[in-house]
């Protein structure tokens, strides 16, 4: 009888490289500058990401083939994740190879949150994109993982 043996490493967490810095700060600004002066203050919010992903999507300004544009609101996404939970941008290596994703430490407990495809896998699939409803469901799981809930 032959038993298969699945290697299953742990997670080994990095920083990002300034490269991964200048292009997540590149995609930031893309966002912002569909943001008005006056409102700056609030994009800076959980709630204001949100809001500003969500109204860049139903304006339907980009095409879906516009990939690197829909990471870029996935990283906006991820920035409202960061700041409802205290999570910190890095390198995760693990069974699946190198991402870059949001890290979240609890204790001894840790969730590890891949956003920058959450907006884009979903665009190419022409689904209907609730914002709100997915940042709620990744918080719940991220509660659930930190032993939160």
């Known amino acids: ?5 699945k290697m299953q490493i742990e997670p080994v967490v990095t920083d990002l490289t300034e490269e ?5 700060e590149e995609m930031r600004d893309f966002v912002k500058m569909h943001v008005p002066d006056e409102s700056m203050d609030f994009f800076e919010t959980v709630e204001g990401k949100l809001f500003m992903v969500q109204e860049i999507l139903d304006l339907k300004l980009y095409p879906k083939e516009s990939e690197w544009i829909h990471v870029a609101l996935g990283v906006a996404l991820g ?27 609890h204790g ?3 969730a590890f949150l891949f956003p920058l495809t959450m907006v884009s896998k979903r665009v190419a699939r022409g ?8 940042f709620t469901g990744i918080l719940e799981y991220a509660e659930k993982q930190l032993n939160l809930c």
Not at 82 to 104: E, R
Not at 127 to 134: G, H
């Open 108 to 110: 001894d407990d840790t």
């Open 1 to 5: 009888m032959e038993s298969e043996i």
């Open 79 to 105: 920035d409202a994740l960061a700041l409802a939970l205290k999570a910190q941008w890095a390198v995760v290596t693990d069974d699946y190879g190198m991402s870059v994703s949001l890290v979240s430490t």
């Open 127 to 134: 689904e209907d994109i609730d914002v709100a409803e997915i």
């Open 20 to 24: 991964m810095v200048a292009e997540l």
